[in-house]
């Protein structure tokens, strides 16, 4: 097993952190709650082994990954009752000429997992009264769709402001994007795609996995 369980709104690691019984994730200070399963360190095998935990449930990256970019993390909520996934992360980092070094953060989940607000580091589980409040800020394409993402203030607990934050609605479920720095948010056009990289099949050869998870 190359995925670790841990808790989706808090660090809380297996097994200091909580304890994992029966599939059901129970963390000293969220309780009961459906396991993320994430890797120790980034690699080809975990992927497959994310994959395989995550059928029939988005798992999105920019694509195509620009040259130099790495898959550096990712993750799934996964319940082990009727519910089945709740949520999948990935993480990946390039450079950019503008910014340098860039991190893109991508968050699919159901209403009320609490993953995307850890990720993005905000205060309640589902993004808020900001999302569809006026026009969108910016639009991504997934699949022919165009996806409409309003940014979500993080300033309430952001001293640095060191990230943007964007969400909004894709396929019934909470789509969240943060990047860092915050200027990176420049990246994001009309064009800018987003692939379930869960079809791609031989393509996922290609991907580079490494370098150092983000601290979320």
């Known amino acids: 097993m190359t995925l670790t369980a841990g808790c989706p ?3 809380a690691p ?22 993320l399963w994430r890797p120790v360190e ?10 395989d935990r995550s059928p029939d449930f988005p798992t999105y990256l920019p694509w195509p990954l620009g040259p130099g970019w790495t898959v550096t ?4 909520v996964v319940d082990p009752g009727p519910a089945g996934v709740r949520a999948t992360v990935t993480t990946c980092v390039g450079t950019t000429d503008l910014d340098g070094v860039v991190e893109v953060m991508v968050v699919a989940e159901e209403p009320g997992t609490g993953l995307g607000r850890r990720v993005a580091g905000t205060h309640h589980d589902d993004p808020g009264e900001e999302v569809g409040a006026g026009p969108p800020a910016v639009r991504v394409r997934i699949d022919t769709f165009s996806v409409a993402l309003w940014a979500v203030s993080t300033s309430a607990n952001d001293v640095e402001f060191d990230r943007s934050v964007f969400a909004g609605e894709a396929g019934g479920r909470w789509l969240w994007l943060v990047l860092r720095p915050a200027s990176a948010a420049l990246l994001l056009r009309d064009d800018w795609i987003l692939a379930d990289v869960g079809r791609l099949g031989p393509q996922l050869v290609e991907m580079t996995f490494g370098g150092s998870p ?3």
Do not use: I, K, N, Q
């Open 9 to 11: 709104r808090c660090p």
């Open 14 to 35: 297996a097994p200091e952190g909580g304890t994992l019984v029966a599939g059901e994730w129970s963390c000293p200070d969220h309780g009961v709650m459906p396991p």
């Open 42 to 51: 980034s690699s080809y095998d975990a992927f497959v082994e994310h994959l």
């Open 73 to 76: 993390d990712f993750g799934c």
């Open 214 to 216: 983000p601290a979320w």
